[in-house]
């Protein structure tokens, strides 16, 4: 978790020098260091799909609650049996949380 923190705002650092505003890490348990120790909005990327839909919604609302900016997903929405429903789900999470 330290290392994706220091990570993190190393990359805030340098894209801050090409124009960059915003820094994608996975999330990871204390993730609340990480967006705490980045001064730009931090995004969670979707991964690998996933078949367990249930974790990656938790996940997704526990990187929120943790101080994460949004997501960056594709074949975990396009991939998925009801990409509608999907993508439903994760703007729930991550615009009502």
Request: proline share 4%; net charge neutral.
């Amino acid at each position: 978790m330290h290392a994706v923190a220091l990570a993190a705002r190393v990359a805030a650092e340098l894209g801050a020098e090409l124009g960059a505003d915003v820094v994608k890490t996975p999330y990871v348990a204390g993730f609340e260091t990480v967006t705490a120790s980045c001064y730009v909005p931090v995004v969670v990327p979707g991964g690998a799909k996933r078949g367990n839909k249930a974790a990656m919604l938790s996940d997704i609302g526990a990187a929120i609650a943790a101080g994460g900016a949004g997501v960056a997903i594709g074949r975990n929405i396009f991939q998925a049996e009801n990409p509608a429903a999907m993508t439903a789900a994760v703007a729930g999470i991550v615009h009502w949380a």
